[in-house]
């Protein structure tokens, strides 16, 4: 449901996202969330390590 609730949030329509498989709406929270970690929070860019399953810094 979480994810759900970040796509509505980002301007992803709740009709297209619902249709979309659970591996499509993961996919998209990762790329929301690190974009939004370096452009909207000024955070430390992270990147997603698809191996590991977790966010890693993306500058180390």
Known sequence: ???MLLLADSG???DVASKWSR???FA???AI???RSRETY???PARFDWS???YVDAEA
Do not use: D, H, K, N
């Open 1 to 3: 449901m979480q994810e």
């Open 12 to 14: 992803v329509p709740w």
């Open 23 to 25: 591996t499509r709406r």
């Open 28 to 30: 998209a929270c990762v």
């Open 33 to 35: 969330t690190e974009r």
């Open 42 to 44: 000024g955070l430390i």
């Open 52 to 54: 590991a399953s977790r």
